[in-house]
Structures are given as C-alpha cells and as structure tokens.
C-alpha cells in the first residue's frame, strides 16, 4: 500500500468569521478569524492524506502560495521512499537553498512545512489502514525515532534519550492502550472563555461546559 506515487498537491484557504463574535480572542489577537490552510496529496490510484495548518485569517493566502512553492518538493515522489526517511523528507523541504532564505523552520515557510508534512501523516495512515494515532502507537519506537528532527532540541532531549523513554515504556502499553479506548482521553475545552466575551457570556458558557461533562476549562486572556 505504500507503494504509491504522489501526482498532485492542492492546497486552500480556508476562513470562518470568528471575529464577528470576538470567539478566540486573546489579550494579542482580539478579532482572529480562524483559518487554515488546507493540503491535499493525491496519489495514483486515488488514496488521498489531509492535512491543514492553523492560521488567523488575514496572511493564510500568504501561507497558501508557500504550500503551492513547496509542492515541487512533493509532486513525484513515492510514499514509500518518504516514510523510508521522514526525518530526510523533512530536511528536503526545509533546506532548500533560496526558500530556506525566507524561514525554513520559521514563519510561513514553517506554517506551509506543517500542512504538508500533516498531509503526509494522514497519507500514510491511511496507507496501512490505521487511524494516525495506531499507526503511532504501533510503530518501533527506532522507527519513530527516525521520524523525528532532532537537530534543535538535542539540548533538551537527545535521540538516545528519546529512545530510552519509548523502549522503558513498552511495558504496559498495551494496556494502556485498551485502557484509553475505553475510558478514552483527557481533553479540555477553550470554547467558553475568550476575552472578548461578557462575564455573562462566560459563566453561561462555562455552565453549559460543565453540564455537557467537560471537567477541564481552559481560559484565554
């Protein structure tokens, strides 16, 4: 299944008008439209992976050109020789020798990187047949290990380091496993507490937070 060449990567602006409402507001963002910027890859014979990257509105058409620039990265190339070398795939999209002159791991260039890499995620998962997080939980951990770019947080943690954890915690995991998929996974919502929004408004919300099972509220101010 991953021996499939990609033919085509589209990708578009996607907008809704949250600021009419003030929803998502911030002390730094007070009228965000929540936006994204939504990637496609299309492979011969049909499979399809979806990713997006989350933006605010205004600049998402700047972020769209950025995913269409890097499309000559993609178009052509097989799943099975990305997934063969994640960690290169990420480096051949981000080192490019004039892109990398306006942010290869900043800014647009990194918000475009993310739709595309997320697109191929989802590719990929769909390849084997999996929900993304299967496929994770599934993996060698060499092999997610493999997957990662460590080259700016060796600092914090090493890819040995990242190893060691992965390999201790494969004891229990599948037990963890099915305990998630029956009692599930922590969440919590940021819908009801936006500072642009009325203390009327936000303790209706917050009630109707609590009354619907959410037991963890986020506020943003």
């Not at 990398?100 to 697109?119: D, F, M, S, Y």
């Not at 500072?195 to 099972?213: T, V």
Request: glycine content about 8%; proline content about 3%.
């Amino acid at each position: 299944m991953l021996k499939r060449k990609i033919i085509n990567l589209s990708v578009s602006d996607v907008r809704f008008p949250t600021s009419l409402e003030q929803h998502g507001s911030d002390a730094m963002h007070p009228d965000p439209d929540y936006s994204v910027a939504y990637a496609v890859i299309e492979t011969q014979g049909g499979l399809k992976g979806y990713g997006l990257t989350f933006t605010l509105g205004k600049g998402t058409e700047i972020v769209v050109c950025a995913v269409k620039a890097l499309s000559a990265f993609v178009i052509g190339k097989h799943l099975e020789d990305i997934v063969d070398d994640f960690r290169g795939f990420y480096r051949l999209l981000t080192s490019d020798g004039q892109m990398r002159w306006i942010g290869p791991e900043k800014g647009v260039i990194q918000l475009a990187t993310a739709a595309v890499l997320n697109a191929v995620w989802d590719l990929w998962a769909r390849a084997e047949g999996k929900p993304l997080w299967k496929l994770l939980v599934d993996m060698d951990p060499e092999k997610l290990i493999s997957c990662i770019e460590f080259r700016y947080i060796t600092d914090a943690l090493t890819e040995k380091e990242a190893l060691d954890i992965l390999l201790r915690a494969q004891d229990g995991k599948r037990k963890r496993e099915e305990q998630m998929l029956q009692e599930g996974y922590p969440a919590y919502t940021t819908s009801c507490a936006w500072i642009g929004y009325s203390d009327e408004q936000l303790k209706e919300l917050c009630m109707k937070a609590l009354n619907d099972g959410w037991t963890r509220l986020v506020s943003k101010y």
